[in-house]
Structure formats: C-alpha cells, structure tokens
C-alpha cells in the first residue's frame, strides 16, 4: 500500500509564490509518475503538472512559466514550486503517484486572492 500526504498549501495574493510538497510512503517502485493536479469548486479535476522518475515533465498550459515540479526520489517525495499566483489557480490539490495502481494524497486547499 502506498500513502500520500501533502502540505505546503494556504492563502496568499495574487502575484504570491506557495510550494506544495508530497511525500509518498510504502511501496515504492523506482519506476513510476509523481503528479499534481487540482479541482476547482463546480470542475473536474486537470492536470497541474507531472514527473517520472527519471526527471521528464509535463505541464499544464495554463500554469506553464509559472509553476516547476521536481522530485527527490531517495526522499520519494514530489513538490510543486507556484509563482506569480492569480485567483484562477484557486483549488485544492491533489497529489498523484502511478506505478503498478493510482495512488491521491487527501488534497491541500490553495487560495489566491485578487
């Protein structure tokens, strides 16, 4: 069984930087995907941003050159670092790990105020 646990989360203004950080606990292979990715309230979850294991990313549109995502695989651990913040990126999120199942951490609220 694997655990997620996220933190890192709050309320800050718009143009304020937060860094998400989840730390994954249990089996962990050493081949997998580490993500972010949030729900707004009234939309389905999207994607923020994902990692393999070996250091490739992929990015929403909508956070591109705002948000970094990197991982610490002997800590297994993933963080999201958030810049220039804006109101739309209000949500809370959810840490993603994939290797043999589908593993969510129980979210983190983020809160940008305009």
């Known amino acids: 069984q694997v655990h997620l646990v996220e933190s890192g989360g709050g309320l800050v203004q718009a143009g304020g930087s937060l860094r998400l950080s989840c730390a994954a606990s249990g089996i962990i292979f050493s081949i997998n995907v580490m993500g972010w990715y949030r729900q707004a309230p009234g939309k389905q979850r999207e994607l923020v941003a994902v990692?393999?294991?070996?250091?490739?990313?992929n990015y929403a549109d909508s956070v591109k050159g705002r948000f970094t995502i990197s991982r610490d695989n002997a800590k297994n651990r993933v963080y999201l670092q958030m810049n220039s913040l804006k109101p739309e990126d209000t949500a809370v999120y959810y840490c993603?790990?994939?290797?043999?199942?589908?593993?969510w951490g129980q979210g983190t609220q983020v809160t940008v105020s305009s």
């Open positions: 993603r790990l994939t290797q043999r199942n589908d593993y």
């Open positions: 990692i393999t294991s070996g250091g490739s990313t």
